[in-house]
């Protein structure tokens, strides 16, 4: 089994930061991209920003410039570095990882999820 656990989130003003950090632990054979999502109230859960095994990433059109993906291969960490947050990034944020786990009947790749962390954003 892998868990994912996040931490960082909280309450801050408009044009302040928070970091995220997510925690990946378990039987890991791989780490393959990595991910943070979101979900406000009401609204489906979006792709916030994304990162490869190699390194690539890509952001949601939204937090472009203000927002960081980054990760620690060898801890199987990953954080989000949020800039410059407005009000309307306030949703609670989740960690994603594709990992390579062997449960007895092979290798296989599976996605996991942390329990969310929250982030409000005041005006």
């Known amino acids: 089994q892998v868990q994912l656990v996040e931490s960082g989130g909280g309450l801050v003003q408009a044009g302040g930061s928070l970091r995220l950090s997510c925690a990946a632990s378990?039987?890991?054979?791989?780490?393959?991209?990595m991910a943070w999502y979101r979900q406000a109230p009401g609204i489906q859960r979006e792709l916030v920003a994304r990162?490869?095994?190699?390194?690539?990433?890509n952001y949601a059109d939204s937090v472009k410039g203000r927002f960081t993906i980054s990760r620690d291969n060898a801890k199987n960490t990953v954080d989000l570095q949020m800039n410059s947050l407005k009000p309307e990034d306030t949703a609670v944020y989740y960690c994603?990882?594709?990992?390579?786990?062997?449960?007895?009947?092979?290798?296989?790749?599976?996605?996991?999820w942390g329990q969310g962390t929250q982030v409000t954003v005041s005006s």
């Open positions: 994603n990882g594709n990992f390579a786990v062997n449960y007895g009947w092979g290798t296989h790749n599976y996605d996991y």
């Open positions: 990162i490869t095994s190699v390194g690539s990433t």
């Open positions: 378990g039987t890991i054979l791989s780490t393959n991209a």
